[in-house]
């Protein structure tokens, strides 16, 4: 499986501001995913992010609250904006094992962001 | 109705015996079935995945799956103390195969 790094680990933010996360990874993926994991509750997708391409959004989040690049194949970056407390959370990078995105294929998670708006 | 469905537990076992976790789905089209394990403060961790019908195993995990029940399982046999986590079951659909849909989770806590 793939190695996912992320960056930072884990932020405290004020109000009104904004944080970019990073996620890197050790080898080229053609699907990265963005997650958020609200305290005590299960992982909910933001965002699928593939290189060359608009990321697409979920149902309930939006471009201008949480923009994405996707440089490369290696590489995407999540920002936070105009944060609010709501906004607290873990925030989770995924890559699919394969190419094609197909229902025999898994995804692995980098080690998450944890974010904390005061 | 969720469409990916556990109980969240917790779970309590005492160690040795076998953990049985469940969980439902509605999408009856769906194709593949996941089974993740989070320990708090960390991130999932891929543990099973299971495609047909029926029961595959790996070590002292088992998942079953029963497509027309639209219900998949995770046995745990000789459950340990460090198995104590929440288990999460993810599923992807027959189309837009390239998203999970996770459940709720299960917290299963193996006292010794």
């Known amino acids: 499986s793939a190695v996912i790094s992320q960056k930072p680990s884990r932020d405290i933010c004020q109000r009104g501001t904004s944080l970019t996360i990073q996620c890197q990874v050790d080898?080229?993926?053609?699907?990265m995913f963005w997650y958020r994991q609200q305290p005590g509750q299960s992982l909910t997708l933001i965002a699928t992010?593939?290189?060359?391409?608009?990321?697409?959004?979920e149902s309930g989040f939006v471009i201008d609250k949480f923009p994405i690049s996707r440089p490369n194949l290696t590489f995407s970056t999540l920002t936070v904006s105009n944060m609010s407390p709501e906004d607290s959370s873990i925030y989770l990078c995924?890559?699919?094992?394969?190419?094609?995105?197909?229902?025999?294929?898994?995804?692995?998670f980098g080690p998450g962001t944890r974010l904390l708006v005061l | 109705q969720k469409e990916v469905e556990q109980n969240s537990g917790p779970l309590s076992v005492p160690e040795g015996a076998i953990a049985s976790l469940n969980c439902t789905y509605s999408?009856?089209?769906?194709?593949?079935f996941f089974w993740y394990r989070q320990y708090s403060g960390k991130s999932p961790e891929l543990i099973m995945f299971?495609?047909?019908?029926g029961d595959k195993e790996d070590g002292r995990f088992t998942a079953q799956l029963n497509k027309a029940s639209q219900y998949v399982s995770l046995l745990i046999r000789d459950s340990q103390p460090s198995d104590s986590a929440t288990y999460l079951c993810?599923?992807?659909?027959?189309?837009?195969?390239?998203?999970?849909?996770f459940g709720t989770g299960t917290r299963l806590q193996v006292f010794p």
């Open positions: 995924s890559v699919d094992s394969g190419i094609s995105g197909g229902y025999w294929e898994t995804q692995y």
């Open positions: 080898s080229q993926v053609t699907m």
């Open positions: 992010a593939n290189q060359g391409s608009e990321a697409t959004y």
């Open positions: 999408d009856r089209g769906s194709q593949s």
């Open positions: 299971i495609y047909s019908n």
């Open positions: 993810a599923v992807k659909r027959g189309y837009n195969t390239d998203k999970l849909i």
